[in-house]
């Protein structure tokens, strides 16, 4: 059990020779590449997600009842999740043979051509099942380029960021959640209030997807000429942040890739439950007015961005681990009143929501990485790219589709229960890491 170790970055120690002296980067310019890099992804994200409940049921599945038309488009929405891995695997071997700088513009590109793509796509009245199998190649590729686009920079900054500061570095990618979700919703709501449902449904939805790209293409260039300077690629190798053979990681550090994505769990689960899934749900069974709705979720965001921030004040003083074993708790009791608010009428609804955003900007501020310290050196890089890949897959790759699909055939309650296997899946996750530490 030696990967369970703690290794030094975890504790605070830094190694000699390794911070600083060797190097002119300092942890703020690594958290401009890492926040630029995730709020690109996580706009790309959001865009997709919104459409797979606003336009695809409609575009791609109108032989379909509203109900099964959603479910349908929620599988598609899953299978970027299924392809994240095998892009991070693809793409790690492109990094080994031509570089880092060749494998994150392969990645990027490859997102945003399956984003812009998107905006070109027939519909199903055009097309018929042609239609929906360009949506999933589409999809699949902004899954494969999403595992691709790892670009080491969190590990860096992670390792690099001072000793009683780790948790305030490490939520500032998650920052770029709650504004790709900010600008994403920001854009529909607009939409939907400037046209009229033909022609949203026509031509509008295609615009997010088209400024999708064009943010795509900045944030390449942005992080191209962080990650190709001589500096980062210096400081990357001597962190040995650096690609290994996946037969020889999961041999190896299979158990911390595993115990890694189940200790987030709560905080994954927490993600689309509050941001795609209540949207779904109102879309379906409520007589509220979307954009309106839209609006609620860009508040609640705001107060996500907020708790994001506030997360790195908390962990910094607990410990990020102690932080997402508190909030997986606090998330357990927040799955109890899930039917009460959900099925509570416009102010229960808000209320959930607007709780919801809170607890998971609290939560998932500190849920990348929190246990990637476990990884040996040389493992660290693609270790840390697995656990994210796999925690997405088991947390949220279909939390919409189970949601939506218990809710509606068995009830609201049993999207409590759903929760609430993510918040028990990451306490026993965090004490059997806790374990293997003191066994060790």
Not at 133 to 148: D, F, K, T, Y
Not at 265 to 276: D, P
Not at 327 to 349: E, K, R, T, W, Y
């Amino acid at each position: 059990m030696s990967g369970i170790s703690t290794i030094h970055a975890e504790q605070g120690v830094t190694t000699p020779g390794h911070h600083g002296s060797n190097s002119n980067v300092s942890p703020g310019e690594i958290a401009i590449g890492v926040v630029i890099g995730r709020a690109s992804e996580y706009f790309d994200f959001f865009v997709y997600a919104i459409a797979s409940v606003l336009v695809f049921p409609a575009v791609f599945f109108p032989f379909e009842d509203p109900l099964t038309a959603t479910l349908y488009s929620f599988i598609v929405f899953s299978f970027a999740f299924i392809a994240r891995p095998f892009g991070t695997i693809a793409l790690m071997k492109v990094q080994q043979k031509f570089g880092r700088e060749t494998k994150l513009t392969v990645a990027l590109f490859m997102l945003g051509i399956s984003t812009a793509g998107m905006a070109f796509l027939p519909s199903y009245a055009t097309l018929g099942v042609g239609a929906i199998v360009l949506l999933s190649i589409l999809r699949i590729g902004q899954g494969l380029a999403l595992g691709g686009s790892w670009d080491g920079l969190p590990s860096l900054l992670a390792l690099n960021a001072p000793e009683n500061k780790r948790g305030w570095y490490a939520m500032l990618g998650q920052l770029g959640a709650p504004v790709g979700f900010i600008i994403a919703a920001g854009l529909f709501a607009y939409l939907l209030y400037a046209l009229s449902s033909d022609d949203f449904l026509s031509w509008g939805w295609r615009y997010p997807f088209y400024v999708a790209f064009a943010i795509n293409v900045v944030a390449l260039f942005a992080r191209l000429r962080l990650v190709a300077t001589n500096e980062y690629a210096r400081l990357l190798e001597e962190r040995e942040l650096q690609p290994v053979k996946v037969v020889e990681i999961m041999g190896s550090q299979g158990h911390n890739i595993l115990v890694g994505a189940l200790a987030a769990l709560a905080s994954y689960a927490l993600f689309h439950v509050v941001t795609v899934f209540p949207l779904s749900w109102i879309a379906l069974n409520s007589e509220r007015s979307i954009p309106e709705f839209l609006i609620i979720q860009m508040a609640g965001a705001v107060l996500a961005a907020g708790s994001v921030v506030l997360s790195g004040v908390i962990a910094d003083r607990l410990g990020r681990r102690n932080t997402l074993g508190f909030l997986a708790i606090m998330i357990a009791l927040f799955s109890f009143f899930v039917p009460h608010m959900m099925g509570g009428g416009d102010d229960g609804q808000t209320a959930f929501i607007l709780i919801g955003f809170v607890l998971l900007g609290l939560s998932y501020g500190q849920a990348a990485g929190a246990v990637t310290a476990n990884f040996k050196a040389k493992y660290r890089y693609m270790g840390a790219a697995l656990t994210a890949d796999l925690a997405w897959l088991v947390g949220a790759g279909f939390a919409p589709l189970v949601a939506l699909g218990l809710a509606a055939h068995f009830g609201l309650e049993y999207v409590s229960l759903y929760l609430l296997s993510g918040a028990v899946g990451s306490l026993a996750a965090l004490s059997l890491n806790r374990a293997l530490e003191l066994k060790d």
